[in-house]
């Protein structure tokens, strides 16, 4: 039973087409990944979902609800993480925390909250002294302190260091294992991979795939490449008899050998046959990245 | 109503903590007054303000001074800083409505003008004898129709003005314009008739205070205008109003 549901979703800025035609289903429990190149549409898509934008057409149900109609009940059901929203210079964390509990009916407990999300010697920190981490922080605690039954994270890691970027993903997996279903907008194709069960790619306001990171690898850009020096001279022909190769390469004194399915043990077999040995042996996979690439044409940030 | 009063009690707290901000807006127009009560010659009757010392008549267009702050400058600035940093929209993904937050910031303002106006009248009194308002329901009335003319057109600066940066170039001039014709700079008797009398009529009406406070008595016009305004400007903001 989806918690989500979006049906031949339709937005449109005066004659910008933001999203053309936009249907995915969101799962209880799961992390369900947003991506795309900047300006695909992804940010209006969550922002129907979470009731922020009127649809042009298509529809959209969330935990049964329409977005607009019951706006009143949702706000109390599904927590919002919205892009570079910012606080008061000189309102405190734990100040923060306490007021946006005050809105819900059964709000979790803020100093308990600033615990978990690390910000416990900053309770009373000004927003204005925080990190860029620490502010993030502070925001995703804003978007879970209704204590949500769905969380909507636009923009999650952006402008965070890598360490911190790694502290909120194992945040973001221990609010998932608390039972919260999580939407993530994101462009960090790192993030998504390591995050999301299943991934949306969104391009120019469309689905382009809908699968689970492994899965969108797998049928996208199923290709892997070896790369190895070898001991002795290698004939061509032995690897490219083997039905896993698609081609062979030399840059040096190197080998480079691509192909699918079992690449990395049939050329090591044969080689092994052969008494060659394989040295500075590297495979090289198909990340999400090269399947981004090749679904929407763009290079993903970063 | 909840969430307004947290709301309200937040804000409440963060205007107290910007303390320069607060003692300049609550503070200014009294200190000038101590300033010019200090001189002995303003303090002379003198028949240009028909037998009232300077202080008596300048002290309405000291009221203006914490108005035109308040009312076009640090409410609509507040505003237009919490919109384009996302704060009211966050406050829509809640069960909060950014309009609590706009009420809770006019609330405040109305609260520091209060403050303000009344250390001008207690101090102004006490130390050197402006009497107390002669006609206080006319002073009430010159003082919630103008104060509420020029919150008006801080809201109408906050609800136009996309960005930050555009609001403060339409609060400046708003700004400067109403300390002018509010006898600020100059007072009004060196401002030529014509441009004294355009000042009756600008928010916040400084004529119907000086009226109320030591002279006749407020004219009706001026009030009537002072309501118009505040009617007109206050239902354009509510219409061009943008949370985002």
């Keep these: ?302 | 109503m909840h969430a307004f009063r947290n709301i309200l009690r937040t804000e409440a707290r963060l205007y107290l903590r910007d303390l320069p901000t607060l003692l300049t807006i609550v503070g200014l127009p009294t200190m000038i007054l101590v300033v010019l009560g200090l001189i002995p010659s303003l303090r002379e009757p003198d028949p240009n303000f028909d037998g009232q010392n300077f202080v008596n008549y300048f002290a309405p267009s000291l009221l203006v001074v914490t108005l035109a702050m308040v009312g076009v400058n640090t409410m609509p600035m507040a505003l237009a800083t919490y919109r384009e940093r996302g704060v009211l929209r966050r406050l829509a993904t809640t069960p909060a409505h950014p309009g609590a937050l706009l009420a809770a910031q006019l609330v405040v303002a109305l609260a520091a003008i209060l403050a303000s106006a009344l250390l001008l009248i207690v101090v102004g009194r006490l130390a050197f004898g402006v009497p107390l308002p002669r006609h206080p329901l006319g002073f009430t009335l010159a003082f919630v129709l103008g104060t509420a003319a020029l919150l008006a057109l801080g809201l109408l600066v906050a609800a136009v003005a996309r960005t930050t940066k555009a609001a403060q170039a339409l609060a400046v001039p708003l700004f400067l314009l109403t300390m002018f014709f509010g006898g600020v700079y100059l007072p009004r008797f060196l401002l030529p008739d014509a441009v004294a009398r355009i000042g009756d009529y600008t928010p916040p009406g400084v004529q119907a205070l000086l009226d109320a406070w030591t002279g006749p008595s407020p004219q009706p016009l001026h009030l009537a205008i002072m309501a118009v305004i505040a009617v007109a400007a206050g239902a354009s903001a509510a219409k061009l109003f943008r949370w985002e």
């Design chain 1, 1 to 302: 039973m989806p918690v989500i549901e979006v049906t031949h979703l339709k937005k449109r800025y005066g004659d910008l087409v933001a999203v053309d035609d936009v249907s995915f289903a969101v799962e209880a429990g799961e992390i369900f990944g947003v991506l795309g190149p900047n300006g695909a549409g992804k940010t209006t898509t969550v922002e129907c979902v979470a009731g922020l934008r009127v649809p042009d057409g298509g529809g959209v149900s969330v935990l049964g609800l329409d977005p607009r109609r019951d706006a009143a009940q949702l706000r109390q059901r599904v927590g919002v993480q919205l892009q570079e929203s910012q606080l008061p210079d000189r309102l405190r964390v734990a100040e923060a925390l306490e007021l946006y509990a005050s809105f819900y009916r059964n709000p979790a407990d803020p100093a308990a909250l600033i615990d978990k999300l690390g910000l416990g010697d900053k309770r009373n920190t000004a927003y204005k002294k925080l990190s860029g981490g620490q502010k993030q922080r502070l925001s995703i605690a804003l978007a879970l302190v209704g204590n949500p039954e769905i969380a909507i994270l636009d923009e999650l890691t952006t402008g965070l260091d890598p360490q911190a970027r790694r502290d909120t993903w194992g945040l973001i997996e221990q609010v998932r294992d608390s039972g919260v279903t999580i939407v993530l907008v994101t462009h960090f194709m790192e993030e998504a991979e390591r995050l999301c069960d299943r991934v949306a790619v969104i391009d120019r306001g469309r689905v382009v795939a809908l699968d689970s990171p492994a899965g969108l690898v797998s049928t996208v850009a199923p290709e892997q490449r070896i790369r190895f020096r070898p001991s002795a001279p290698v004939d061509d022909r032995l690897l490219t008899d083997l039905p896993e190769v698609s081609a062979v390469q030399r840059t040096g004194g190197q080998v480079v050998v691509t192909g699918t399915g079992d690449l990395l043990h049939a050329v090591t077999s044969v080689l092994a046959r052969h008494q060659i040995v394989a040295a500075d042996l590297r495979l090289e996979q198909s990340t999400l990245d090269d399947a981004f690439v090749e679904l929407t044409g763009h290079r993903p940030a970063n």
